[in-house]
C-alpha cells in the first residue's frame, strides 16, 4: 500500500527560505522508473506543478519556478525534500506530493497536503 | 498559466451525461498520454483515468476518457450527486519537459 505525507511550516514571511519533506512507504525511490513530485493549489484555484524528481536523480522544475526550487531525494529515509527560496505571499498554498508509477506519466497516489501561508 | 484548458463548469441533472474538454498543444496532449484527476471538495486529487482512457482499480467505469489530436475529453454518464467535484486533466509537456494541469472543471449536479 502506498502511502505519502507531507510535512513542513504552516506559516513562514516573505523572503523566507521554505523546506517541505515528503515521507513516503510502500514504494522505493531506488526502483526504476518511479518518481516524486510536488504539487501546489492556492486557495480556490488550480493544479499547478512544481517539480518531479525520478530514481535515477533525474530532475524537473516548473520553467516559472525554476531558480527557486531544488528538490532532492533521501532513498534511506523514503524521503523527498522540495525546498523554496524567497516566498511570497502568492506562495500560499496547499502543497502536495505525489507518487509517480513506472511508464506512466500521472500521479496514482498522492498525500493529504500540507497548507501553507506566507505572511509578515 | 496553464497550457491546458478546460470549461471552467459543466452541470447536468442526476443521471444525464457530461464532458469534460481539455484542450492542449501538440507539446503536450498531443505527443503524450492524457489524465485525469478528480478532487472532492477539502481532499487531495485522485486519478481517475490514466493513459487516455484506463482506469485505475476500483474507479467504476462510468468514468470514461478518450484523445484526439490535441485534445481530451472526460465523459461521466449517468451522473450521480457524490461526482460533484474539479476535475482536472494532466500529461507531460515534452517542450517545458514537465508536468502541465488543466484549468480545472466544476461538476455541479443540479
Known amino acids: 500500500q502506498i502511502t505519502l505525507k507531507e510535512s513542513g511550516p504552516a506559516l513562514v514571511k516573505p523572503t523566507q527560505t521554505l523546506t517541505l519533506t515528503c515521507t513516503f512507504s510502500?514504494?522505493?525511490?531506488?526502483?526504476?522508473?518511479?518518481?516524486v513530485g510536488w504539487i501546489r493549489q492556492p486557495p480556490g484555484k488550480a493544479l499547478e506543478w512544481l517539480a518531479l524528481?525520478?530514481?535515477?536523480?533525474?530532475?524537473h522544475y516548473s520553467p516559472s519556478l525554476k531558480g527557486r526550487l531544488t528538490i532532492t531525494k533521501d532513498t534511506s529515509k523514503n524521503q523527498v525534500v522540495l525546498t523554496m527560496t524567497n516566498v511570497d505571499p502568492v506562495d500560499t498554498a496547499t502543497y502536495y506530493c505525489?507518487?509517480?508509477?513506472?511508464?506512466?506519466?500521472?500521479?496514482?497516489?498522492w498525500g493529504q497536503g500540507s497548507p501553507l501561508t506566507v505572511s509578515s | 498559466q496553464s497550457v491546458l484548458t478546460q470549461p471552467p463548469s459543466v452541470s447536468a441533472a442526476p443521471g444525464q451525461t457530461v464532458t469534460i474538454s481539455c484542450s492542449g498543444s501538440?507539446?503536450?496532449?498531443?505527443?503524450?498520454?492524457v489524465s485525469w484527476y478528480q478532487q472532492l471538495p477539502g481532499t487531495a486529487p485522485k486519478l481517475l483515468i490514466y493513459?487516455?482512457?484506463k482506469r485505475p482499480s476500483g474507479i467504476p467505469d462510468r468514468f470514461s476518457g478518450s484523445r484526439s489530436g490535441t485534445s481530451a475529453t472526460l465523459g461521466i454518464p449517468g451522473l450521480q450527486t457524490g461526482d460533484e467535484a474539479d476535475y482536472y486533466c494532466?500529461?507531460?509537456?515534452?517542450?517545458?519537459?514537465?508536468?502541465?494541469f488543466g484549468t480545472g472543471t466544476k461538476v455541479t449536479v443540479l
Open positions: 505525489a507518487h509517480r508509477p513506472p511508464g506512466w506519466v500521472n500521479f496514482d497516489f
Open positions: 510502500g514504494f522505493s525511490l531506488s526502483t526504476s522508473g518511479v518518481g
Open positions: 524528481i525520478n530514481w535515477n536523480n533525474d530532475k
Open positions: 501538440s507539446s503536450n496532449i498531443g505527443s503524450n498520454p
Open positions: 493513459d487516455n482512457n
Open positions: 494532466g500529461t507531460w509537456d515534452s517542450s517545458l519537459s514537465g508536468y502541465v
